[in-house]
């Protein structure tokens, strides 16, 4: 009798036991899910981070490429690198336009835009909030300015109307 005793203690003993590490299991899958997403997300937060340095690199080659393009046009250096002989532009460079490269401008939009896209991205909600701000500032100035469009399309109503009864005072009457 006592060792069936002993023995329900013991199998109780090791149920308690039993639930408590099931519940720390559950806590600790749910720890291990959240650092799994939380990584994956900070994979691609770097691998956008390359991208972008990789594209600020090739904007930064090409716009040097394009300022030594044009340090050449102007006469500031030649082709060697030396400096050259300084001429007023307007004489040197002729019919040629001294703008950018298309290249030069297309990687440097492209640029802007996926620096705009990441800073979007990372953020929402405050991208959110921004909105609401601009939302609520603008509301009002509506308002405002509806207000003074009713004014003054009033204003000119009330004139024309005064305008015709000022009129029909000074239009004698005829009686016939």
């Given at each position: ?49 390359e991208q972008q340095v ?123």
């Amino acid at each position: 009798m006592r060792y069936i005793a002993e023995l329900e203690r013991k199998v109780q003993t090791l149920q308690t036991e039993a639930t408590s590490l099931s519940a720390q299991l559950t806590i600790l899958q749910r720890d291990t899910n959240s650092l799994a997403a939380e990584n994956s997300e900070l994979k691609l937060r770097l691998q956008s981070m390359e991208q972008q340095v990789h594209l600020q690199d090739a904007l930064n080659d090409t716009l040097k490429e394009e300022i030594h393009h044009l340090k050449i046009l102007t006469g500031q250096t030649n082709l060697n690198g030396g400096p050259m002989m300084k001429f007023p532009s307007s004489s040197y460079r002729g019919s040629q336009p001294l703008y950018p490269s298309n290249q030069a401008m297309q990687t440097l939009l492209t640029a802007q835009q996926l620096q705009q896209l990441q800073i979007h991205s990372q953020n929402p909600q405050h991208q959110l909030h921004q909105l609401q701000q601009h939302a609520q500032q603008e509301q009002p100035q509506q308002q405002q300015q509806l207000t003074e469009d009713l004014k003054i399309s009033g204003g000119s109503m009330l004139a024309s109307s005064q305008k015709e009864n000022a009129s029909d005072l000074r239009t004698p009457v005829s009686k016939d």
